[in-house]
């Protein structure tokens, strides 16, 4: 065909392309490539096409082949980028880049995506670096300024990232990404109502942001205002149904509403999208823990699954530790949680962290949340170095934890919220541990040990252990310190009410239907009795409880209250009930301590142990139910022996008392079993299990 012809096929495509005629541009494209197969045009425009349409792959394809028919085509150059960052490929994508910008350095497009590319792979310190070229070259720019500060966002300078978003709307006041952008610096920063106002602005610009909506949908979630938060995810997945952050997102909400069965399948949706997701990953088996759907042994093998998962990409790439093989050197352990602040995990750490024998530990604080507090700054202050890690990807803490030369490498989180999992599946430390956060396992074979103890992990079990050896500690799986506020012990208020109260404290997303019908039992039973529920999602449990024949008088709903305020609600409830299969672990120590008993049942896997257990260590044995019928009669028969209830009150702290300690005994135990791994480590030179990646 001759040359002519070529050209007016060209033009016609494009014109069709510019009118919005997509399958006339595309047959016109084809019509062009099929007469002249080397023809740069009829590939890079067709690209463009598909790039502008959302068909990323065959974007890709026509784009590689329009760059290998001109390698100086600038403009094809950035589209093949652009396509790839799309694709979450940012490492070639960088590479287009700096190959655009050695021809032309003031390339505005260029060095805006080199900033994303850059910024996608975690180095955000260089992404601030270029971005800050680019706003130097183009000070007018709106989407420099934007870019500039996500980067900054992920450097952790939120307060100069704030002033780079602000900057972007006023160059460019109709866009509503910048709104978007500094609505989650706002709320990473715990500013939740102006948060909230500025994802509303980006929505009122741009009523179709899926972004805006989820992101919305995640503040109000933290204000515990699940429904609309459960609005607010919908309508962006309604909007882009394949947005797996969103699918995910819902999960979590639907957990906090008590509906597992709803959460798994969004969760399972999201992972469906986006295979290897790992939150969705974590917050299914975390789902799965509440559900009470699996047996213990069927329990372990989704985790183990799950950890296979998350290890592929690392297996075979995981590095010898240098770290010098002396069993009797002083040892450096690190702890890495999201929790060093006023959470449980963090009461339960504390005296480990301040009790540790400086003469042969040398201690490490990973913290993996932005926000900080008082407790944060106790914990600061007995630890011998503090290390904020939010900000940084996988990779770079991987390598910094190798670069701190860390022995042992303690997860505080298992697959609960801020865990850090892919990076103890990169292996950074030769000896790894879980403990504390998550009472499971994680699945994850880099993980060597687990410290449980002889109840909520009995030998009996075997193999049911998962993927980590136990580490069994006599002392029970943690040492808890009560909260300096606990006030003191109430008589039993039964005595002056006249009626019986319970209770319910924990996270209710641990509140399955067969718990809540049990509680519902356990009312209908005692007409007179009413029940106090604490916690964001008590109006959810409340008007299934209320669906299910209780009278909304006889129930008191109250959402999270400060630490205080919460422990000062004992003094209204004679009895607790625990949740079941997963049962309560702080919540139940914080009763015994205020004197509250608790009615628990024990289950098959090492969740629905916890409750059962405490019940033993302080001689409360009648309280430990097998199924849910002996759960129901057994909180009736205690509930209706006043005097029984009134006599325990006043000596369960006395009981439980001696058992904590100050937690000297636990860590020494502690120590001496990681002190006994470490010479088995030390040992292991050329043998199978420094080859296998358990130890290296």
């Not at 396509?83 to 490492?91: F, I, M, Q, R, T």
């Not at 799986?477 to 006030?487: D, G, I, K, M």
């Amino acid at each position: 065909m001759n040359p002519a012809r070529i050209q007016r096929l060209l033009h016609d495509a494009l014109a069709n392309h510019k009118a919005g005629r997509s399958d006339m541009a595309r047959d016109g494209y084809a019509a062009v490539r099929k007469a002249a197969p080397r023809n740069f045009d009829g590939y890079h425009l067709a690209g463009i096409l598909e790039l502008g349409q959302g068909r990323m792959d065959e974007a890709e394809r026509l784009l590689r082949r329009a760059h290998r028919l001109d390698r100086q085509s600038t403009a094809c150059e950035k589209k093949l980028a652009i396509v790839l960052l799309a694709k979450n490929n940012p490492v070639e994508a960088e590479k287009h880049l700096r190959a655009v910008l050695t021809r032309d350095r003031g390339d505005l497009e260029a060095l805006t995506r080199l900033g994303e590319a850059l910024r996608l792979q975690g180095r955000a310190g260089e992404a601030v670096s270029i971005l800050r070229e680019s706003a130097a070259l183009h000070p007018d720019s709106a989407e420099v300024q934007n870019n500039l500060g996500l980067a900054l966002k992920d450097s952790g300078s939120y307060e100069e990232a704030a002033a780079c978003f602000r900057r972007s709307s006023d160059l460019n006041p109709k866009a509503d990404a910048p709104h978007n952008n500094l609505g989650i610096v706002l709320k990473e920063t715990g500013d939740l109502d102006r948060a909230i106002a500025c994802y509303w602005k980006a929505l009122e610009l741009n009523p179709r942001s899926h972004l805006a909506l989820n992101n919305l949908g995640n503040a109000l979630k933290e204000k515990g205002d699940f429904l609309k938060a459960k609005t607010a995810f919908e309508k962006a997945i309604e909007i882009t149904p394949t947005y797996a952050v969103a699918h995910n997102n819902l999960g979590t909400v639907f957990n906090e509403l008590g509906d597992a069965a709803s959460a798994l399948a969004a969760f399972e949706r999201a992972i469906l999208l986006r295979p290897g997701y790992h939150h969705a990953l974590s917050n299914r088996l975390l789902t799965l823990n509440y559900g009470g759907t699996l047996d213990g042994r069927s329990l372990i093998e989704e985790h183990l699954e799950v950890g296979r998962q998350f290890e592929a990409p690392f297996a075979r790439g995981r590095r010898p530790h240098p770290n010098p093989r002396d069993p009797d050197r002083r040892l450096r352990i690190g702890y890495v949680s999201g929790d060093f602040r006023d959470h449980p995990v963090a009461r339960f750490i504390e005296p480990v962290l301040s009790r540790h024998d400086r003469t042969q530990f040398e201690v490490f604080a990973y913290s993996n949340h932005r926000l900080e507090d008082g407790i944060s700054a106790d914990l600061k202050s007995v630890v011998d170095h503090w290390i904020p890690v939010w900000a940084l990807n996988d990779e770079a803490m991987a390598d910094r934890i190798r670069g701190d030369g860390i022995d042992i490498l303690v997860d505080l989180s298992g697959h609960t919220a801020h865990n850090r999992l892919l990076v103890f599946a990169r292996k950074p430390a030769p000896i790894q541990v879980s403990m504390i956060g998550y009472m499971q396992t994680t699945g994850l074979t880099s993980i060597d040990f687990r410290v449980t103890d002889h109840a909520i992990d009995p030998e009996a079990d075997g193999g049911s252990s998962g993927s980590e050896k136990l580490l069994r500690l006599r002392h029970g799986a943690a040492t808890y310190r009560p909260p300096e506020c606990c006030p003191e012990v109430n008589p039993l208020p039964a005595l002056s009410n006249g009626f019986i109260t319970f209770g319910s404290f924990n996270n209710l997303a641990k509140a399955t239907p067969e718990a809540i019908h049990a509680w519902v039992a356990i009312l209908k039973r005692l007409p007179t009795a009413r029940m106090l529920i604490v916690g964001r999602s008590g109006h959810s449990v409340g008007q299934i409880m209320q669906d299910q024949g209780i009278a909304a008088d006889r129930l008191d709903l109250i959402d999270r209250l400060p630490l205080e305020g919460y422990l000062a609600l004992h003094h209204r409830v004679d009895l607790l009930l625990d949740t079941f299969p997963y049962n309560g672990g702080t919540t139940n120590l914080n009763a015994i301590w205020m004197g509250v008993p608790f009615v628990s049942l024990a289950g098959s896997s090492t969740v629905a142990r916890t409750g059962p257990s405490l019940l033993r260590v302080i001689g409360l044995e009648d309280l430990a139910a097998t199924n849910k019928d002996d759960y129901i009669e057994r909180a009736v028969a205690a509930a209706s022996n006043l005097d029984q209830l009134s006599a325990w009150r006043p000596v369960l702290r006395l009981r439980v008392e001696p058992l904590l300690g100050d937690g000297t005994e636990f860590t020494r135990e502690l120590e001496t079993q990681l002190l006994a791994v470490w010479r088995e480590w030390c040992a292991t030179v050329g043998t199978a299990s420094q080859k296998n990646g358990r130890h290296d």
